[in-house]
């Protein structure tokens, strides 16, 4: 019944390239009263998340978790006996792993939620536990690996690069659009609340005489230095593609300022994604409708997205998904805190826990953004991009694919000068990182 589950579970940890199915023979993840006639060498001990309490609060792990060689393991016990020429693993990596990439217990508990529908970072058992900040699956793929070494098998690591994928969700394009833009900085100049410069700055931005304020992916465009060093370095600009305008989307695609964006991403040679809004993380409809809407404008395929506000919600997300025609999507990660959601920082297909089985969807885990770093975790510069690179060098251990998120927004207003220099020590943490591999 959850051959599935089991079978996608080692398809993460060995990686695509292994065929799990060759090594049925090798790996028995069963009993070890059930195998004492059987060739496996390797017995992986079921911890007894995929019985009948499977899907409820009963089948979540003990706490507080413990640990085998300085690893946490969410299931199971942290011990591994030999039966002859056989290993016997008490610590169940397979349940550890599924519950890790299928955001098991986001699924479990759909009570716990803020206040815009989003599963908390400090919910998690990552955090209680302390391993958020670590891509703790890639350790059981180590420990995994090991053991069949130890049994005289070797199983090839992956052989992708570590690299970057520098997001930017265009929330609010610009800052002055419109002639009211200007009455309004007029009225509070009137009251006091403004300053001329800020009149004229908006009058000129209104005319194109001037860059407005919110224009700033060409400030974004700093890591084009990196495309010389050892790293593979990429951007994606996510636009709102509502043919509804609401408050939750605030522009149309044919903007001139819109336009220009897109026009200067395919320069570039940056792709585009569909930034799902807020109403469409519980509507596949509207997601559809938004995605077509984007497709209609765009002169290139569209294929990526971002729910807004990172809203993922388990398990409409994968089938709103679905019904928009996304392969590749780069939300999962927690707005209050930075860290590995899936316990992965390499992409993975995702997979549906409540139908149990794998979909042909690409997540991307996101690890940093902006205002996370900022509003939510309250770090000063220099914790910040402690914090950043600490997450560069877990996805660099790994060679893995390092995903952030900066807003356009965030370089301009009252936090330019911080966003500007953590953004800047993020930069650099990768440049090192590129020019001592080269």
Not at 11 to 37: K, T
Not at 205 to 230: F, K, Q
Not at 337 to 359: D, E, M, N, S, W
Request: hydrophobic share 40%; proline share 4%.
């Amino acid at each position: 019944m959850y051959d599935e589950c089991i079978r996608y579970a080692l398809e993460v940890l060995l990686g695509d390239h292994c065929d799990v199915a060759s090594l049925r023979d090798m790996i028995a993840y069963a009993e070890p009263s059930s195998v004492a006639g059987l060739a496996s060498r390797l017995c992986i001990v079921p911890s007894g998340m995929f019985n009948s309490t499977y899907g409820t609060l009963e089948s979540l792990p003990s706490e507080p978790v413990q640990e085998y060689m300085g690893t946490p393991i969410i299931y199971g016990t942290p011990c591994v006996t030999a039966d002859g020429s056989r290993l016997i693993v008490w610590a169940d990596i397979i349940a550890s792993t599924y519950f890790m990439v299928t955001r098991y217990e986001e699924w479990v508990k759909p009570a716990e939620r803020d206040q815009f529908g989003r599963f908390p970072g400090r919910s998690s058992l990552a955090y209680r536990a302390g391993f958020l900040m670590r891509p703790i699956v890639h350790e059981y793929s180590c420990l995994l690996r090991s053991w069949l070494r130890d049994l005289g098998m070797e199983i090839p690591g992956s052989s992708n690069r570590f690299s970057v994928v520098f997001t930017h969700d265009l929330d609010v394009p610009r800052r002055y659009r419109r002639w009211r833009d200007v009455a309004s900085l007029l009225r509070a100049w009137a009251n006091g609340h403004s300053t001329a410069r800020q009149v004229l700055g908006a009058t000129g931005a209104v005319l194109g005489l001037c860059r407005d304020p919110y224009d700033t992916c060409y400030l974004m465009r700093r890591h084009e230095a990196m495309l010389a060093i050892d790293t593979p370095v990429s951007a994606i600009h996510f636009v709102l593609a509502s043919v509804v305008i609401d408050d939750d989307h605030r522009y149309s695609l044919d903007e001139a300022c819109v336009v220009e964006l897109l026009r200067e991403a395919r320069r570039y040679g940056e792709s585009v994604g569909l930034h799902l809004t807020y109403g469409a993380a519980c509507s596949p409809q509207r997601a559809s409708e938004e995605m077509e809407h984007l497709r209609l404008l765009c002169p290139d395929v569209v294929t990526k997205s971002r729910f807004h506000y990172l809203r993922w919600i388990e398990p409409e997300a994968l089938i709103v998904l679905e019904e928009a025609k996304i392969t590749d999507d780069y939300t999962l990660g927690y707005a209050d805190l930075v860290g590995f959601r899936l316990g992965v920082c390499r992409p993975i297909r995702l997979f549906c826990p409540l139908r149990r089985v794998a979909t042909m969807i690409t997540g991307h885990s996101l690890t940093l953004m902006d205002c996370t770093l900022r509003e939510y975790m309250k770090l000063d510069v220099a914790s910040a991009i402690e914090c950043c690179r600490s997450i560069v060098n877990q996805t660099t251990k790994y060679n893995g694919e390092l995903v952030a998120l900066w807003h356009n927004t965030s370089f301009a207003g009252d936090m330019r000068e911080y966003h500007h220099a953590v953004y800047a020590g993020l930069v650099g943490c990768i440049a090192a990182h590129g020019a001592h591999s080269a």
